[in-house]
């Protein structure tokens, strides 16, 4: 183990610093959503991405890229989001063989009630903290780190154009 390039001291209080902080920041989400919307964290984000893609409607293989999820963890969510009223799947008319996502007028009214608590906790978590110079600072951060952690570009385009 020669080769192995251990973090500094700098390194590991960073690293573990990201890894307390991102836990923290995810677990409180999920719980306020839990608890203001009834749905898991999870399933916000599923009900999201739907949202925004037109007709509100996705392949679940789309859908499942989006969310980062395996196609069996997305289709036991989906299953609970059926049972809910909130998405309904069927089958894609041009290819029988590909399941589409649809989310439902009630699964978007959910969405719309959960959203303002919800954005409301991930400003009072992630960004009043910081300053504005620090909020553009974590942007460009993150971007970098995207890159590298995806350098085919298979992520959502989630920053937009780059920001000069």
Do not use: C
Not at 26 to 32: A, C, H, K, S, W
Not at 94 to 99: K, L, P, V
Not at 114 to 136: G, Y
């Amino acid at each position: 183990m020669e080769d192995t390039r251990w973090l500094d001291s700098d390194e590991q209080q960073t690293w573990r610093a990201f890894l307390w902080t991102s836990r923290l920041l995810n677990e409180e989400l999920d719980r306020r959503l839990q608890q203001e919307s009834g749905m898991p964290h999870a399933y916000y984000m599923i009900l999201a991405m739907l949202s925004e893609s037109p007709a509100r409607t996705m392949t679940m293989t789309e859908l499942a890229r989006m969310v980062r999820s395996s196609p069996s963890r997305l289709s036991h969510a989906v299953n609970r989001l059926e049972e809910a009223g909130w998405v309904r799947r069927g089958k894609h008319p041009a290819d029988r063989r590909t399941t589409l996502a649809e989310l439902t007028d009630e699964g978007f009214a959910a969405l719309e009630a959960a959203a303002p608590d919800h954005v409301e906790a991930v400003r009072t978590h992630l960004f009043d903290p910081l300053s504005r110079d620090q909020v553009l600072q974590l942007r460009e951060i993150l971007r970098t780190l995207l890159v590298s952690l995806d350098p085919e570009g298979e992520s959502p385009d989630i920053f937009g154009p780059p920001q000069t």
